[in-house]
C-alpha cells in the first residue's frame, strides 16, 4: 500500500527551509517522508506506486515539474506555494503538517485534471510524444521572422495564419501562455483544448474552444519553417524543423488535492482585484 510523501521544493530558499523542516515534523508525526529538489534528478527517487502523497513547494512550475517527475501517475499532488503564482500552488491558510495529514486522510477535496498528448514531427520524418498538463506552443525561433502554419481540427483546416506561434493549452493551462496571448480562462473541470494564435498577422484570428474528443492539427509551412520551436510546459522540445503538431486530450489525469482557496477564488484575486471596483 502506498505511504510515502514526497516533498518536491524549488530552488527558492525559502522553499528549500522549509521543505527541510516540514520532512523533518512528517518523520517526528510518524509519516515515512522523504525531500527531491524538482530540478534533478528528472525521475522520482520513489516509485510512484509508493506514494501516498506528493507535496510540490514552490511557484506552479515547480507543479508542473512534479507531475512530470511523477510521469503523471495517479499521485494526489498538494501544492504549497512559495513562489509568484499559486492557481496550482495553493498559499494554505492552516499549518502545512495538519495540512498533509489532512490531505493522507482523504479529507481534503481532489480535483482531476486533463493533460494534452502531442505528436511533434520533424522534418526528416523523426517524432516525438509528448504529455502536458498547461500547453504546447510552437513559437517562432531566435531569427525573430513570423512562421506559417495550418490550424486544423478534426483533419478540416481551419485558418492559414502569420504569427508569432501558436499555444494549444488544457483547461488548466487556460491561465498560463494562453491567457497572455488572448485566450479565455477556462473551468479546470473542462476537458477539451484551446487553441490560441500568437500575435497573428490578421483581424480577425480568435482562439478555438474545441470538443474533449477533437484533435487540434498544426501544419507547418513558409520559409521559416524550419527556424520555430516547441515548447512544452515551459521547456524546449529537443527537435529541429517542425513539420506537424498533433494535439489531443491526455489519456492520463493529475490529481490535485485543494488545499487553499478554489480556482475561482484564485482568478478573482489574480485577475479581478479579488472582485472589487477597479479605478
Known amino acids: 500500500m502506498a505511504s510515502k510523501v514526497l516533498i518536491i521544493p524549488s530552488v527558492a530558499p525559502a522553499a528549500r527551509e522549509h521543505a527541510r523542516l516540514l520532512c523533518a515534523r512528517l518523520v517526528t508525526a510518524g509519516f515515512d517522508a522523504v525531500v527531491q529538489p524538482a530540478e534533478q534528478p528528472a525521475q522520482a527517487l520513489v516509485p510512484a506506486d509508493d506514494l501516498a502523497l506528493a507535496v510540490p513547494m514552490g511557484g506552479d512550475g515547480t507543479f508542473l515539474a512534479a507531475a512530470r517527475m511523477l510521469g503523471f501517475a495517479p499521485v494526489p499532488l498538494l501544492g504549497l506555494n512559495y513562489g509568484d503564482l499559486g492557481f496550482l500552488s495553493g498559499n494554505p491558510s492552516r499549518d502545512e503538517l495538519d495540512l498533509v495529514a489532512s490531505a493522507l486522510a482523504g479529507e481534503l477535496p481532489v480535483e482531476r485534471r486533463s493533460t494534452l498528448d502531442a505528436a511533434v514531427t520533424a522534418l526528416d520524418g523523426s517524432s516525438l510524444r509528448v504529455t502536458a498538463l498547461n500547453e504546447v506552443a510552437y513559437t517562432r525561433g531566435a ?45 479546470p473541470r473542462y476537458t477539451g483544448l484551446v487553441a490560441v494564435p500568437l500575435a497573428p498577422h490578421s483581424l480577425s484570428s480568435r482562439a478555438i474552444v474545441t470538443a474533449p474528443s477533437d484533435v487540434v492539427e498544426v501544419s507547418m509551412g513558409g520559409r521559416n519553417m524550419g527556424e520555430a520551436s516547441v515548447f512544452v510546459d515551459g521547456l524546449a522540445l529537443d527537435i529541429r524543423g517542425v513539420s506537424s503538431i498533433s494535439v489531443e486530450r491526455g489519456e492520463r489525469e493529475v490529481l490535485l488535492v485543494q488545499g487553499g482557496d478554489d480556482y475561482f477564488k484564485s482568478v478573482s484575486h489574480v485577475f479581478f482585484n479579488g472582485g472589487e471596483l477597479r479605478c
Open 143 to 187: 531569427s525573430g521572422h513570423v512562421v506559417e502554419y495550418t490550424l486544423g481540427i478534426n483533419g478540416t483546416p481551419v485558418a492559414r495564419l502569420r504569427a508569432d506561434g501558436l499555444v494549444v493549452s488544457t483547461a488548466t493551462g487556460s491561465t498560463a501562455y494562453a491567457l497572455s496571448a488572448g485566450g479565455p480562462i477556462v473551468s
